[in-house]
């Protein structure tokens, strides 16, 4: 048996040709019996449920044959080795391994001699290559019905992970806190795809709390709000990163990145975390915050 599948994006099938290495009466069977069926899983199933689910039927057809005992002996082809791993592992219990194992041992227990064992795939051999255009010929049947619905606890996992997302980017847009952290990350997936690097500085630059003047002054901490380069301006951390004049060599190698590329400053601050991320870090992480 060798089950060739599309990609996850299209509406999963599946075929499977198989009985080889079967002898009935002195005669070998071998490319003379080849069944062929087709199933379509549900588009969240898996690769590995396809591959599975084929390896499961083929047990299934062979169980409804009525074949001397002298010559019950079969070898199915699969070209999936994690599929042949799965149903190693007695720590994988998931309802096709566990079906294929009860059905194997069944088969075993009516006197078959049933082997499961790996072809590569794609290397010209001729059962495996026409189960490969048949499987592909069985995708683009868009009236076949559904066969196959167990959702992998990946895609449930998944399902979750992206629910869960969904409604923490909604309170997050939603909150009147943090909105100096959101002009930089406006989405929670922005935040975790960056390769953003936590430190001390860059903690309070993208948090807007710390040791600027405007923080402490907010909390009772300072006389006033006022940055040291000219008295009269706020010293937050927007005004420390694009304009403090006490940082103004440091800044002067970012604003170099940013407008080699054709960008004005300050830019989106978006961007500077985002595709100016490396010079970014760079400036903040070389501020001397004893200056402030």
Not at 6 to 35: C, K
Not at 70 to 77: E, F, G, M, S
Not at 184 to 196: G, T, V
Not at 219 to 233: K, S
Request: with cysteine.
């Amino acid at each position: 048996m060798s089950p060739t599948l599309p990609s996850p994006q299209l509406h999963f099938a599946n075929l499977f040709q198989f009985v080889v290495d079967q002898e009935v009466n002195g005669l070998n069977l071998i490319g003379q019996l080849r069944p062929h069926r087709k199933f379509h899983l549900a588009d969240w199933c898996s690769n590995n449920q396809a591959e599975l689910l084929a390896i499961a039927e083929a047990l299934s057809w062979i169980s409804e044959q009525n074949i001397p005992e002298d010559a019950r002996k079969v070898t199915l082809w699969t070209d999936s080795q994690v599929s042949l791993d799965c149903l190693r592992n007695l720590k994988i219990r998931t309802q096709t391994v566990e079906w294929i194992r009860r059905t194997v041992w069944s088969l075993r227990n009516g006197n078959w001699r049933v082997a499961i064992r790996w072809v590569r795939a794609h290397d010209g051999t001729v059962g495996n290559e026409e189960a490969d255009r048949l499987a592909k010929e069985a995708a683009m049947d868009e009236e076949a019905e559904v066969s196959f619905h167990l959702a992998p606890l990946t895609f449930i996992s998944r399902m979750s992970s992206d629910a869960s997302q969904r409604e923490w980017n909604r309170e997050w847009n939603l909150s009147q806190k943090g909105r100096h952290t959101w002009n930089f990350y406006p989405s929670i997936s922005a935040r975790r795809k960056s390769e953003l690097q936590i430190s001390y500085k860059m903690t309070q630059a993208l948090t807007g709390h710390g040791r600027n003047k405007a923080s402490l002054f907010r909390f009772g901490q300072a006389e006033d709000p006022f940055c040291g380069c000219d008295g009269v301006t706020e010293q937050t951390w927007d005004h420390l990163i694009n304009g403090c004049q006490l940082f103004e060599q440091e800044r002067s190698r970012l604003i170099r990145k940013v407008m080699l590329t054709g960008e004005l400053w300050p830019p989106d601050a978006r961007m500077l975390v985002g595709r100016f991320l490396d010079p970014f870090s760079t400036f903040i992480n070389s501020m001397d915050l004893e200056l402030l």
